[in-house]
């Protein structure tokens, strides 16, 4: 059974951390690309970062580029998100996904992310 489960997230203050984690099982995770997208209420789900299954080659969206770092670990079959200097808007359901092409395979449930105040 192919399973995405991610975690971490909860409700900081803005400027504050939080390392979002996605252990997968179920395929083969080194070949895949891994991805974070995030969804605020109301909004489209947007790309947030991915990251290539054996080199590591990375891709951040513009507003998150500078704050955020996607790695993973092959071997623990997990994608990290870290995400400094939060921000307001960037709270949202963040989502774990996995693919082969330009196409998400599978996701995850999410983790809920709140910066406020």
């Known amino acids: 059974q192919v399973q995405l489960v991610e975690s971490g997230g909860g409700l900081v203050q803005p400027g504050g951390s939080l390392r979002l984690s996605c252990v997968a099982s179920g395929f083969t995770f080194s070949r895949y690309f891994m991805d974070w997208y995030r969804q605020a209420p109301g909004k489209e789900r947007e790309l947030v970062a991915g990251i290539s299954g054996l080199s590591g080659s990375t891709t951040y969206a513009v507003p998150v580029k500078g704050r955020f770092t996607i790695s993973r670990d092959n071997a623990k079959n997990t994608v990290y998100l870290q995400m400094n200097a939060l921000k307001p808007e960037d709270t949202a359901v963040y989502y774990c996904?996995?693919?082969?092409?330009?196409?998400?395979?599978?996701w995850g449930q999410g983790t809920q992310v709140t910066v406020s105040s």
């Open positions: 996904s996995a693919r082969l092409s330009n196409y998400p395979t599978y």
